[in-house]
């Protein structure tokens, strides 16, 4: 059964679509009027990676530094050291793909609650190709000690995240998709930073899904999918990468006996792999994993190129029959 | 901060020579680290700390307390003496330099040791975050002035010239840099590993208020600081000419000290050269 808070028009084909940086943008404008130690900091993409909202409202808290992400890190560090809470944004290619080592002299290592929001995660970028596509930032950032790591499903959960962070006393990295994707959840739906929340739920599962990120709503397609076919599964929507939500992924992999994971990332180092070092320790349980298998993306619509790398329905489907068969 | 009579001078190079040779003593006994940067920078420290800085034993957590943040920080020893000497922490101290459990790391980090501004060593990140102080101060009209101390071979870093132009972008006044210009980095002499000159018009370009002085003159330096005050639409770069080993001859001038201690036999040499002048 669906989670009651959901959206209710969640299967339909007129669902409302939003792209999820633009809740990111949205929740910095409401962490602003709350807080004003809250500061911005931009690369050059304030339009795109959606600090435009808060420039508008709050000029002398802005801060424009140009193509220039080493330095973005470095600077947000030394304003979190007197005191602000910055935000730095950029496409998630170049922060925290290019800048990971100031990102880890400068915020981490010196425990700087520095939150860092990096748009245009996903091979969902589309046409821009292979470049601009990061699917690497999940990897990266959950190795680096004190980052939280948040992966919203939808634009009001980007929201929900971008406004919890700015209470945090901790780095934080926000990763948010460019495309306009469907609305999952409502103002309703539970957040809390480190717990995952069962989005599906069939009273006798054969196989729990643990999806991150718009892929959420796959996810939920392949799990009523699967209950015509008699198959029963949960959905669980893990919006917080690091800290990980161990009771209820523990609790869920106990009562379906498989796994499946579901990102738009590379396999290695990403949730899937996350949840798959905490359930290797403590269950005995088959996981397969959806996501980018060592490759570089490449330019086409979004639609394809989910497709073609297997982080469609299908691609979930194939695997959650891999991880029944396999108990 | 103002300027200097002869016995604040006379005071002062006591100072730089009681922290030449903790910084002698401290790496013979934690038998790695960086000698020559650390000697060079000596009288730089001394001035900021025992003349030019608002930043006390007494005010080290104050929110308008000046701040000093050490980009290159492997030199370090020179810091920890520095703040030994002038009462921050106990000179016993200076001995676990490097060793387990010592909150002077061998390269500063202010887990350990929460006096410090930042944590330092990977090159080139001084000056941003300097900067974004700096950018944080002015809104918040603190009146704390900023100061980023840098290598000249963290020149060579594409962070520092990032943070540079933004620096001169925001006029950040309350923002004071002081490159230890020593010429030598590990792999040799800077011009020959990567020509810097012209280094100070590079700074001038970036609209940097830019002067040169003698790093082992106080009164120089502190006429640098001074003036460094009445600029008021720009930030102020100093580059200071040091001499790499300062104060032992046999060390002076010699890029293979840049990276490693001197044995007990060079330690008792060198520190009968420095007490000769006490």
């Known amino acids: ?327 | 901060m103002s300027a200097l009579s002869d016995k604040e001078i006379k005071n002062l190079e006591k100072k730089a020579s009681e922290i030449r040779q903790s910084i002698i003593e401290m790496l013979v006994e934690a038998k790695s680290g960086h000698t020559a940067g650390a000697l060079g920078m000596a009288d730089i420290f001394a001035l900021l700390y025992f003349h030019a800085l608002n930043h006390t034993p007494e005010n080290s957590h104050d929110s308008n307390r000046d701040r000093l943040v050490l980009s290159n920080g492997h030199i370090c020893p020179v810091y920890y003496a520095t703040l030994a000497h002038r009462g921050f922490i106990p000179k016993e101290e200076l001995m676990t330099l490097r060793k387990f459990g010592s909150r002077l790391q061998g390269h500063p980090h202010r887990d350990f040791l929460d006096i410090l501004e930042t944590s330092s060593g990977p090159l080139g990140s001084g000056l941003s975050q300097a900067v974004g102080m700096a950018l944080a101060a002015r809104m918040d009209k603190n009146p704390a002035r900023i100061f980023a101390l840098m290598s000249d071979g963290e020149q060579e870093a594409g962070m520092t010239w990032e943070a540079g132009m933004l620096a001169g972008k925001e006029k950040l006044n309350n923002l004071v840099a002081i490159i230890d210009r020593n010429n030598i980095q590990i792999d040799g002499f800077t011009e020959d590993v990567m020509p810097l000159e012209p280094l100070a018009d590079k700074w001038r370009a970036w609209n940097w208020h830019v002067l040169e002085v003698d790093g082992h003159n106080f009164e120089e330096i502190n006429n640098a600081l001074e003036e460094a005050k009445s600029i008021h639409n720009r930030p102020t770069m100093i580059i200071a000419h040091t001499t790499p080993g300062k104060g032992v001859k046999e060390f002076e001038n010699k890029y293979e000290w840049h990276g490693k201690p001197p044995t007990k036999e060079e330690g008792e040499i060198a520190l009968a050269e420095l007490r000769k002048h006490d």
Not at chain 1, 37 to 43: D, F, G, W
């Open chain 1, 1 to 327: 059964m669906i989670n009651k808070t959901l959206n209710k028009k969640i299967f339909d084909t007129d669902c409302e679509q939003v792209p999820i940086r633009h809740g990111f943008g949205e929740g910095l404008l409401i962490a602003g009027e709350r807080d004003e130690r809250v500061v911005t900091l931009c690369a050059d993409l304030t339009e795109s990676a959606q600090a435009y909202m808060f420039k508008e409202k709050f000029p002398e808290r802005f801060v424009e530094i140009g193509v220039a992400e080493q330095n973005l890190a470095g600077v947000a560090s030394g304003m979190a050291a007197m005191g602000k809470i910055p935000f730095i944004t950029s496409y998630a290619m170049f922060s925290p793909g290019r800048n990971w080592e100031q990102i880890r002299t400068t915020i981490t290592y010196n425990n700087r609650p520095v939150k860092i929001a990096g748009s245009h995660a996903g091979i969902s970028v589309g046409p821009d190709g292979g470049t601009h596509q990061m699917i690497e930032d999940i990897a990266i950032m959950r190795v680096q000690p004190r980052m939280v790591v948040l992966s919203p499903c939808d634009a009001i959960e980007a929201r929900k995240a971008t406004i919890e962070a700015a209470k945090t006393d901790t780095p934080v990295y926000i990763r948010l998709a460019r495309e306009k994707t469907p609305i999952i959840t409502t103002d309703e739906t539970p957040f809390e930073i480190g717990k995952a929340t069962i989005f599906y739920e069939h009273e006798r599962p054969e196989v729990v899904i643990i999806a991150t990120g718009a892929l959420v709503h796959k996810a939920l397609q392949v799990a009523q999918n699967l209950e015509k076919q008699n198959i029963g599964a949960i959905v669980i929507n893990l919006p917080a990468v690091k800290p990980l939500d161990e009771k209820t992924i523990l609790g869920v992999a106990e009562r379906a006996g498989a796994v499946v994971t579901v990102e738009e990332h590379q396999i290695a180092g990403g949730m899937g792999s996350a949840v798959s070092e905490f359930l290797s320790q403590n269950l005995l349980v088959p996981i397969e994993f959806v996501g980018v298998k060592d490759q570089f993306g490449q330019s086409g619509t979004p639609a394809e190129l989910i497709e073609h790398y297997g982080l469609g329905a299908k691609g979930i489907e194939e695997a959650v029959h891999r991880a029944i068969g396999r108990k």
